[in-house]
């Protein structure tokens, strides 16, 4: 069974930066993308950033020139680097791995995984 664990989330001031990481575990042959969205009060759960195993990146327009995805793939890590955060960045961020492979059955093919979410509260 995958799974994605997160960590790094917190309260931070308007300006201020935040590091989230998410590592998957469990039996992995691969990974195609990985990446984070978030959904705040009241509203859908929306796309942040991803990154794809060659390591082609998107990010949602509100988080361009602020955000930085990363990954690990060795690890099987995605990382998220948060600057000048600001009060509507607010929202549980939730990683995604998409494209899963966790064995040779057809069942184990292409899974998508989600993590359990960690809250980003941007405040001051």
């Known amino acids: 069974q995958v799974q994605l664990v997160e960590s790094g989330g917190g309260l931070v001031q308007p300006g201020g930066s935040l590091r989230l990481s998410c590592a998957a575990s469990?039996?992995?042959?691969?990974?195609?993308?990985m990446g984070w969205y978030r959904q705040a009060p009241g509203k859908q759960r929306e796309l942040v950033a991803d990154c794809t195993g060659i390591g082609r990146r998107n990010y949602a327009d509100s988080v361009k020139g602020r955000f930085t995805i990363s990954r690990d793939n060795a690890k099987n890590t995605v990382y998220l680097q948060m600057n000048s955060l600001k009060p509507e960045d607010t929202a549980v961020y939730y990683c995604n791995a998409r494209g899963v492979m966790a064995g040779m059955s057809s069942s184990l093919r292409n899974l998508e995984v989600w993590g359990q979410g960690t809250l980003v509260t941007v405040s001051s």
């Open positions: 469990g039996t992995i042959f691969s990974i195609n993308a």
